[in-house]
């Protein structure tokens, strides 16, 4: 759901192209203390991912199919900030470079998908985590209910801009009903791929799951007295 | 990587346009679609110019049209929202082809198609004529924080063996008998999501410390010096300047 240039008239694009300029540097900052020095290669390697994931279709019903957003995904995984950052750099090099998504709706879609998606899926999946019990489970079940959240309310953000600066007479409740709709469908499909998908990462590799870092378990050092003291010489032979 | 292959997006050429200095055409196009999305949409006549502006600067820079209109396809979807919009909106009714159809709704539509395609169009001349690296550095001269260019560089250089890898990761599945038909595949389909990030960080990691091991502090070095002559800017501002001329007009016709 990329905004074309022409749908949003120039003022009210101009307005949102500052907001996501201001998001994109606060994110910026904000990635530098998630990821410190490895900022550059980490998180253009994840908006790599992002990119790369979002072609991954997977099948909805009756022959449509849907992909992944990864706004929720991103967040759990890395952080807020890289996650805020790295959709906002597949936004812009997908604006620039590949032509989706129109020049002057930059702005509008950084800030919905970005600001809002990232921002509202990770608030949703920070409230879930801390009243959850501590297991792997309830994080799964957290990032499920944050990217099923995440979607629609990216869509509701595009219908404030809509009824800031839309260019057409189509009445602002329509289209809220009509985006809002169609997104709770979408959510579904990302919910279950974000769930799947952090199961899977947390399966694996848990220390690589941001959102799972409280499991952790802090490493602590056991000292078991040995019985036989070791002779030299022991394992030359 | 290091290899020196050319973007896919790229059609190489020796053009006047493909020599502009990218920083002068990134500034070129976003002034163009701006004043582009600034006109009437009543005055049909204007958005025809507008094209066939385009059209000259595709001609010069030797784009093939298929090629133009084979990346078009990208605002698909937008056109399918375009073409619903002249039943949603209430007000007058016109009848076409026995169809009652809201005026306004079709003039949104219409407004909404020609401004999107232009911008579509101008977007796939600037990435046709330019190399995507020349792009990023064009970025970096117009003052966009460094930090994000070079995560943007990355992300455009590593895509391709990202994209790669999960090419080879379906190619595995479709091997082994796997075909996602319905709801039920998904879980195959999300440990693959899940692999991939796993690879896609680790290479993030490997690459950081290859970087460390060459004396990385935080820049890249910059190799090529692009500064633009004032002829390129002159070059590439006509774009934008053709564009007041015609938004003028189409201002004051309205």
Redesign the interface.
Same mark, same amino acid.
């Given at each position: 759901m990329h905004v074309p240039d022409g749908f949003i008239d120039v003022p009210t694009s101009l307005g949102a192209g500052v907001v996501a300029a201001g998001a994109i540097a606060v994110s910026l900052k904000g990635a530098r203390r998630e990821l410190d020095d490895r900022t550059a290669p980490l998180a253009g390697l994840v908006a790599a991912f992002i990119f790369a994931v979002q072609m991954l279709n997977f099948p909805v019903a009756a022959g449509t199919s849907g992909h992944l957003l990864g706004g929720a995904l991103a967040a759990v995984l890395v952080g807020p900030y890289t996650g805020a950052l790295c959709i906002a750099v597949v936004l812009l090099v997908q604006g620039l470079f590949f032509a989706d998504g129109g020049l002057t709706a930059l702005g509008v879609n950084v800030t919905d998908m970005s600001v809002v998606g990232v921002g509202v899926g990770y608030l949703v999946f920070l409230g879930l985590v801390r009243i959850l019990p501590k297991t792997r489970s309830a994080v799964v079940v957290a990032s499920a209910v944050a990217a099923f959240v995440s979607v629609p309310a990216a869509a509701a953000a595009f219908t404030g801009f809509y009824a800031i600066g839309a260019t057409s007479s189509v009445p602002v409740g329509t289209v809220l009903g009509a985006m809002v709709g169609v997104h709770l469908l979408i959510g579904l499909g990302e919910a279950a791929i974000t769930a799947a998908t952090v199961a899977s990462v947390i399966g694996v590799r848990p220390d690589l799951v941001r959102g799972a870092r409280h499991l952790q378990a802090p490493l602590d050092l056991r000292i078991t007295p040995t019985t036989r003291p070791l002779t030299p010489g022991a394992f030359d032979a | 990587m290091g290899s020196d292959h050319a973007h896919r997006?790229y059609v190489p050429g020796a053009s006047v346009v493909h020599r502009l200095g990218p920083q002068c055409k990134?500034v070129a &196009?976003?002034a163009f679609? !701006?004043l582009?999305?600034?006109t009437p949409?009543r005055q049909m006549w204007a958005f025809a110019l507008y094209a066939l502006v385009l059209a000259v600067v595709a001609a010069v820079a030797h784009i093939p049209a298929p090629t133009i209109a084979r990346?078009?396809l990208?605002?698909v979807?937008?056109v399918v929202f375009a073409l619903a919009?002249p039943f949603?909106?209430?007000?007058d009714r016109v009848e076409v082809a026995g169809i009652q159809l809201s005026s306004?709704?079709l003039w949104?539509?219409w407004?909404?198609l020609?401004?999107?395609t232009?911008?579509?169009? &101008?977007? !796939?001349l600037?990435?046709a004529t330019t190399d995507?690296r020349m792009?990023l550095l064009g970025?970096e001269r117009l003052r966009l924080?460094g930090?994000?260019v070079?995560?943007? &560089?990355?992300?455009?250089?590593? /895509?391709d063996? !990202?994209?790669d890898?999960?090419r080879r990761m379906r190619i595995a599945r479709l091997a082994r008998g796997f075909e996602?038909?319905?709801?039920r /595949?998904?879980?195959v389909?999300? *440990? /693959?999501?899940?692999?991939?990030?796993?690879r /896609?960080?680790e290479?993030?990691?490997r690459? *950081?410390l290859a970087?460390l091991s060459r004396g990385?502090t935080?820049s890249m070095p910059s190799v090529v010096d692009i500064a633009a002559p004032t002829r390129d800017w002159a070059l590439a501002l006509a774009l934008p300047a053709v564009a007041i001329v015609i938004l003028t007009a189409a201002r004051v016709s309205a």
């Open positions: - | 997006l990134l &196009t976003v679609v !701006i582009v999305v600034l949409a990346r078009m990208v605002e979807p937008f919009m949603l909106t209430p007000g306004a709704g949104s539509a407004n909404v020609a401004k999107a232009v911008g579509v169009v &101008t977007s !796939i600037l990435a995507l792009l970025l924080p930090l994000l070079q995560i943007m &560089t990355f992300m455009v250089r590593y /895509s063996v !990202i994209t890898e999960m996602a038909r319905d709801i /595949s998904l879980p389909l999300a *440990h /693959s999501a899940g692999a991939l990030f796993i /896609s960080y290479r993030g990691e690459v *950081h970087m990385y935080g």
